[in-house]
């Protein structure tokens, strides 16, 4: 383990954020737990993917991984992120497209 400082922690969760699938997957476990066969059907992916997207949250520090029994159960890894997603949620943003006229193409804003 490392501590991290601020900057680095938001940088891990602005990684996290910026793929739709790893975004929906915090959303989904902002929910309660899931196991992968089950979070993958209910995100319309492969297993393989979830369970790349999985490793890199769970590198990030943002989910953990709970052995039971057989199988493994993927949680939060703080329940301050559900919070912090809700917030995030409840935001409203002014979004001006003049001023990235190639966000369509270059996945900026």
Do not use: I
């Amino acid at each position: 383990m490392e501590a991290l400082t601020h900057g680095q922690v938001l940088a891990r969760f602005g990684h996290a954020l910026s793929d739709p699938t790893r975004a929906r997957l915090l959303l989904a476990l902002r929910e309660g737990p899931g196991y992968p066969a089950e979070l993958a059907d209910l995100l319309g992916t492969t297993r393989q993917n979830l369970s790349n997207h999985l490793s890199c949250l769970r590198g990030c520090g943002l989910v953990v991984a709970v052995p039971q029994g057989r199988r493994t159960r993927y949680e939060l890894a703080d329940v301050r992120l559900a919070h912090a997603l809700a917030d995030l949620l409840g935001l409203v943003l002014a979004v001006d497209p003049a001023v990235c006229p190639d966000s369509a193409e270059k996945g900026c804003c």
